[in-house]
């Protein structure tokens, strides 16, 4: 056949052709026979990859706002501040071969934390009033599942993902206090409620950014729920987060 002719410069090949199947192992074996057989080395060919993996250093900040869908303790709701904190972690990406690399896997794993706090003035009469500290704070492990999709042009790649996002905290304590007068008795009241909201938080999130070289550069946005055991008292946060890796 067609073979015999391309490849007659080996003589020994034609045994193996016989009763050949034009199937992709088979060429294979015959392709590296041939170049055996002439003494050369296969140039062209290179084993398929599953995926490419990269790994990176992750550092960037973090503004996050908690909004309590329901709550009892009205006060809190209304003077929540927003929480600014840095962040540090490491990622690791799975490159998939095909369609030139565009599609991937990024996972990132980072600590961060937040700290909210919030004033309450509540005044009746002089005999009767009160100002209200809340303080949340908490140290956590973040995760990030993204499928990411690049576009490249030129030295620069854009790239936008979308996926879930888990947080695992480390520590939180959350605390109410109250120092006031309530008809001329002075007192002070401190509550501990950590133990109010439950061990870890989950949502979703969308970014993008760019590519130069080994530097990525990044913005995304996430929502995640974070509810009490008590089912009046549900959370939701938001969080902006702008993030630069290096990888390698």
Not at 28 to 49: A, L, N, P
Not at 61 to 74: C, G
Request: charged residues 25%.
């Amino acid at each position: 056949g067609q073979l015999i002719v391309y490849l007659k410069e080996c003589e020994n090949i034609k045994e193996e052709l016989n009763g050949i199947e034009y199937k992709r192992n088979d060429l294979e074996k015959i392709i590296r026979s041939y170049y055996s057989c002439i003494g050369e080395d296969v140039k062209f060919y290179r084993e398929s990859e599953p995926f490419l993996i990269d790994f990176g250093v992750i550092m960037g900040f973090t503004v996050s706002q908690l909004n309590y869908q329901k709550i009892d303790n009205r006060e809190v709701v209304k003077t929540l501040s927003d929480s600014n904190n840095p962040l540090i972690g490491f990622s690791i990406e799975f490159t998939l071969p095909r369609n030139l690399g565009k599609w991937s896997f990024y996972n990132s794993f980072y600590y961060t934390n937040y700290k909210f706090k919030s004033t309450y003035n509540y005044f009746k009469n002089d005999r009767n009033y009160y100002i209200s500290e809340t303080k949340m704070e908490s140290d956590f492990i973040k995760v990030l599942n993204y499928i990411r999709y690049k576009y490249y042009r030129g030295n620069i790649d854009l790239f936008i993902n979308a996926g879930i996002t888990n947080g695992f905290p480390i520590s939180t304590v959350i605390t109410t206090q109250k120092t006031g007068i309530y008809y001329s008795r002075e007192f002070e009241n401190l509550y501990d409620i950590h133990n109010d909201f439950r061990s870890f938080e989950n949502g979703i999130a969308i970014g993008t950014g760019i590519n130069w070289k080994h530097i990525q550069m990044e913005i995304h946005i996430e929502k995640t729920i974070n509810k009490s055991k008590f089912q009046s008292n549900s959370a939701l946060v938001t969080r902006c987060e702008g993030v630069i890796n290096y990888t390698f």
